[in-house]
């Protein structure tokens, strides 16, 4: 390598600390100047990789005679028209099966017994080391019968063949055991390649490997394809001096990615620590010293995308418990919109319009999670809206579907207001099952759903049904107002009310928990101000975190013109 060449590999190493997967790359960037003979500078003394290849094949020929060994079937040579890159002086392409004894594990599944030898297979070298943990065991006898393809020794190297291709290993045990599915490198001469050096390619190639594995379902490399792969063979003690300086420049990047992770873990806890403080106001002058930290910290707190997702949670979390804005004394308590409610609720039951609603339990002082300032009041979600659920008809009946009424399910919860229904009922589905039409403007809660789906919410646009998976919150006119509040509300809660789904397969919530949720509800005139400040700081959290992905792209853009520059 030249000095330019190592100077800028010198001085980047602060650039890939900042970028986001800088340290991977640098890795990568390590073995691709290495492979290249771009690390280290060459020796004229060295002997050149030719005489190591000599002396390969003269033990080859000695082997095969004393029948040790099969003749290996004879490789096109590599042309200077086949060759991925030049080489510096001395170095020779060769296939791998030219320098080593390229062999592999059974393909069979062995009968299983409660002990004796052990059977490698990808999962066991997953991580880069050889591990015999979830191990299974065959008998000596199918043991040998392996041993007699592909005895595994200590500096041999193992190398995952199907799914996940690569994670070269090292053999640095005494262990006997089998492998199946797994390739394995033995050498002619011992430590001829040099087996780091040689660990340090595969490691190298394995991305290359498995960009053009083949394999529909699983990918896979055969042994043909290990046996004809390219190997960039420097002379012996070069191979020497680039293992030593590869392991000086990797030892540098995992101290940088202890150094980097740290830093990370030190302002999530600090920032964590003042927003508890915020959580946990006790006295006015706490909120000031709580608030007076984060903004003397900003700029190194929210370069951090996890403290911004915790800041959005803080302020949510604020809001609901009466600290995210001043209480006016003027304002109506929370009390008179309940009453109001209640008394549009009689009316409706009287016309005949709505069903009268089941009586819900009082809330108990042991159900209240925190206290509520004055004018606010805990209550129910069945106390400021109908709740209710649909279903889904009969998908064998085609009277029941391509009609004109939106269907919701559980999927349409993955954005703020509900995405366009991709199914549709009609008007005969509403008759004739538990569908029924939710007005525009109703909130939705998944109560069913993989991942994330579950205790999401959303806002109908345009008015439909729903299936079973749903839960739709209907406002009463005197309780529109509060449609903001309890969006937010719900999405504060969103963890929690998770937390409150049953079974174990596929937890779910049900309409009973819906109604039955406590709410912190303000006065109405408070909830208005609490909207419009979660409004604005949710708006400057959006551009924060457009901030840091704007100069985390810069940093990107930074490193990958340094490694295009090296």
């Not at 293992?243 to 990370?264: F, G, N, P, S, Y």
């Not at 339990?361 to 606010?376: Q, T």
């Not at 809660?445 to 994330?452: L, S």
């Not at 529109?480 to 719900?490: A, N, P, S, T």
Request: hydrophobic share 40%; with cysteine; glycine share 4%.
């Amino acid at each position: 390598m030249n000095n330019a060449t190592c100077d800028l590999l010198e001085q980047h190493f602060d650039t890939a600390f900042a970028a986001p997967g800088g340290i991977k790359k640098l890795h990568e960037l390590i073995l691709t100047l290495a492979m290249q003979g771009k690390l280290v500078p060459q020796d004229p003394n060295d002997p050149p990789a030719s005489e190591l290849l000599k002396d390969i094949e003269t033990e080859k020929k000695r082997l095969v005679k004393e029948g040790k060994i099969k003749a290996p079937k004879p490789l096109p040579e590599i042309t200077s028209s086949d060759a991925p890159y030049a080489l510096p002086q001395d170095w020779q392409w060769v296939r791998l099966n030219d320098v080593l004894d390229v062999r592999d594990g059974t393909h069979d599944t062995p009968k299983y017994v409660d002990r004796g030898y052990p059977l490698i297979t990808s999962k066991n070298i997953y991580t880069g080391k050889l591990c015999f943990d979830d191990v299974k065991y065959i008998s000596a006898e199918d043991h040998q019968k392996i041993c007699e393809r592909s005895k595994v020794d200590a500096g041999d190297i193992l190398f995952a063949m199907i799914g996940s291709i690569g994670n070269p290993v090292i053999v640095e045990c005494d262990t006997e055991f089998s492998i199946k599915n797994v390739a394995l490198f033995k050498y002619f001469i011992e430590g001829r390649p040099d087996n780091r050096y040689l660990h340090y390619f595969l490691t190298y190639a394995q991305e290359n490997m498995k960009a053009i594995s083949s394999g529909a379902v699983q990918s896979f490399v055969s042994l043909g394809f290990l046996r004809s792969y390219s190997l960039p063979l420097p002379p012996l003690e070069e191979q020497h001096r680039i293992v030593t300086k590869i392991d000086q420049l990797m030892a540098r990047c995992d101290a940088l990615e202890k150094l980097r992770a740290a830093q990370h873990e030190k302002r999530l806890a600090v920032h964590a620590a003042a927003i508890q403080q915020l959580l946990n106001i006790a006295a006015a002058d706490e909120h000031r010293r709580a608030q007076a930290f984060l903004t003397e910290h900003f700029i190194e707190l929210y370069t951090v995308k996890e403290n911004v997702t915790e800041l959005r949670k803080a302020i949510l979390q604020l809001a609901v418990m009466g600290k995210l804005v001043q209480q006016d004394p003027n304002d109506p308590p929370a009390s008179q919109l309940l009453k109001d409610v209640e008394s549009e609720k009689k009316r409706l039951v009287k016309e005949g319009k709505i069903k009268a609603p089941k009586q819900m339990p009082e809330i108990s002082a042991d159900e209240i999670p925190y206290p509520l300032p004055k004018g606010w009041s805990w209550v129910r979600v069945v106390d400021l809206v109908e709740v209710g659920t649909g279903s889904t008809p009969e998908t064998t009946n085609r009277d029941y579907y391509n009609g004109s009424i939106p269907w919701y399910t559980s999927s349409a919860t993955n954005n703020v207001f509900a995405a366009a229904s991709n199914k549709f009922i009609t008007e005969k589905a509403i008759k004739e099952t538990n569908c029924k039409v939710f007005p525009s403007g109703s909130l939705i809660v998944a109560m069913y759903g993989q991942g994330k789906t579950r205790g999401q919410i959303s806002e109908i646009v345009i008015p439909g049904a729903t299936n079973q998976a749903i839960a739709a919150m209907v406002f009463y006119a005197s309780s529109q107002g509060i449609k903001k509040y309890l969006k937010y509300f719900f999405v504060n809660i969103y963890e929690e009310i998770r937390l409150l789904a049953e079974g174990a397969a596929q937890p779910n919530l049900n309409v009973g928990k819906i109604k039955e949720t406590l709410v912190p509800l303000p006065p109405l005139p408070e909830q208005h101000r609490i909207v419009a400040k979660i409004d604005q700081l949710m708006a400057l959290c959006d551009t924060i975190d457009q901030q840091i992905a704007a100069a985390t792209n810069k940093q990107i853009e930074l490193l990958n013109a340094v490694m295009a520059e090296v």
